[in-house]
């Protein structure tokens, strides 16, 4: 028996994420499986999201759509999205150690090694470290902060039972709320997105981002609320471009103790 | 002479053509900014938000698809989501349930808010309409909208039925609708 479509009305609250509880329930389940409701909760998406042309426009400061241009341009140079397709086209998935993460490592090492010996200039030894890797200058930043505070924890993210294979690293600081993520994944199917979350002790997971499936090339840096300890992070599979709250499988999983 | 439609600068864009993006942002900067502050009330974390949400654009150019929906709807959405998300974070509130599906992958375009003129447009009425609602609906559809709450979380929040929650978030939405397209 196929239950009735959506009324325009309850999807244009769903889309608003007003919907809870058993209608939310009930909804979620007729959408699974009728093309026609999932079309019109698309374009109930849109309509809702224009409520927000409410809001006045502000111009923003000119200095973020120069850090915006920056960070396009260090990516352009260094990309960090960019797939490298093996030229045999086999892959070594599993326990693999990414480049990202090594680099990363390396830092850590490097950086702790240095610290025991109490007559380093970090900055100079990680400006050699990015001129030498030609890293994307954001992420390695980052991992110049982190990998200098001794309460930083690293947390390897592994693939999840009938889940594609993959692997990923998080460098994270829970004080500073910044960390650098690097992995690689079997690339997402068309139209999704891989997702990277810091779930916490209590409370809802909290969005890290969206990453890609080949990000082991590069790190990407990810910047949360400071102060907010991981229990675990996971990279979700998300419909294309993420969502607010995890919506999708578990790809992979890490425990942060 | 007429501005590049997006979907050109978006077909640019994958080519690795900065300058598109740089037009896009200062096409839509103004208008998602305005969105995130008001959701956010923090100038530094909209500005955050605004910056990951372009740079996303930069890298999944290739993956979107400008026939299949509105570019600028796109990011209306992708953002209100991220600062939304964001805002939860920061309150730490309560694990939601995860949804069993999302289906939101394209945007009909209904508006065709590429056009500075029709989008200010837009905008307007839609500011009337709001301002033209009952204030306890207008207040009701503000919370969901802005503050990403649910029907239950208006009602907890607000201390109102759940009942007449429901009623007047549908009922603001229903005299919306008419405007929203």
């Not at chain 1, 890609?212 to 609320?225: I, P, Y």
């Not at chain 1, 419909?239 to 425990?255: D, F, H, S």
């Not at chain 2, 990951?52 to 959405?77: E, I, K, T």
Request: charged fraction near 20%.
């Amino acid at each position: 028996m196929t239950t009735p479509h959506a009324n325009p009305e309850d999807l244009d609250l769903y889309a608003l994420g007003a919907l809870d509880g058993e209608e939310k329930q009930a909804l979620d389940a007729h959408l699974r499986d009728c093309p026609q409701c999932q079309q019109q909760l698309a374009a109930a998406r849109q309509r809702t999201a224009l409520i927000g042309l409410a809001a006045p426009p502000m111009a923003p400061r000119p200095q973020v759509k120069s850090a915006l241009m920056d960070k396009v341009r260090a990516e352009k140079r260094a990309p960090i999205t960019q797939a490298t397709p093996s030229k045999t086209g086999k892959k070594r998935w599993g326990l693999r150690f990414s480049f990202g993460f090594g680099l990363a490592t390396a830092v850590l090492a490097f950086a702790t090694y240095e610290f025991a010996k109490q007559d380093l200039d970090r900055g100079k030894q990680l400006r050699q470290l990015q001129a030498q890797l030609s890293q994307d200058a954001a992420a390695l930043q980052a991992m110049g902060q982190i990998t200098g505070a001794p309460d930083s924890a690293q947390i390897t993210l592994l693939q999840q039972p009938n889940g594609p294979p993959g692997q990923g690293h998080v460098l994270y600081n829970a004080r500073m709320g910044l960390g650098v993520y690097s992995g690689q994944i079997a690339p997402a199917p068309s139209g999704k997105s891989y997702q990277l979350w810091l779930v916490p002790s209590s409370g809802a997971p909290v969005d890290a981002g969206v990453v890609d499936a080949n990000q082991e090339n590069g790190a990407v840096v990810v910047r949360l609320t400071p102060g907010l300890a991981p229990k675990a992070f996971a990279v979700t599979l998300e419909p294309l471009g993420g969502r607010p709250q995890p919506t999708g499988p578990k790809v992979l999983v890490g425990a942060a103790s | 002479m007429q501005p590049a439609p997006d979907s050109a600068l978006v077909d640019r864009m994958r080519t690795g053509d900065e300058a598109a993006l740089s037009t896009l942002y200062d096409r839509y900067s103004a208008m998602l900014f305005g969105m995130l502050t008001r959701i956010l009330r923090d100038q530094q974390a909209a500005e955050e938000v605004l910056q990951d949400l372009f740079l996303q654009l930069w890298r999944n150019a290739a993956q979107f698809d400008s026939a299949r929906g509105s570019l600028p709807a796109w990011l209306m959405v992708i953002g209100r989501n991220r600062a939304i998300s964001r805002l939860r974070g920061r309150r730490d509130r309560e694990v939601l349930e995860e949804e069993a599906g999302d289906y939101a992958n394209t945007f009909a375009s209904s508006q065709n808010i590429e056009d500075e003129a029709q989008r200010a447009q837009l905008a307007r009425n839609i500011s009337v309409a709001l301002q033209q609602l009952p204030v306890e609906q207008r207040q009701a559809l503000e919370l969901a909208y802005f503050e990403g709450m649910t029907q239950s979380e208006i009602a907890s929040q607000t201390g109102i039925p759940l009942g007449t929650v429901k009623t007047r978030v549908r009922t603001a939405m229903q005299s919306l609708r008419q405007i929203l397209g």
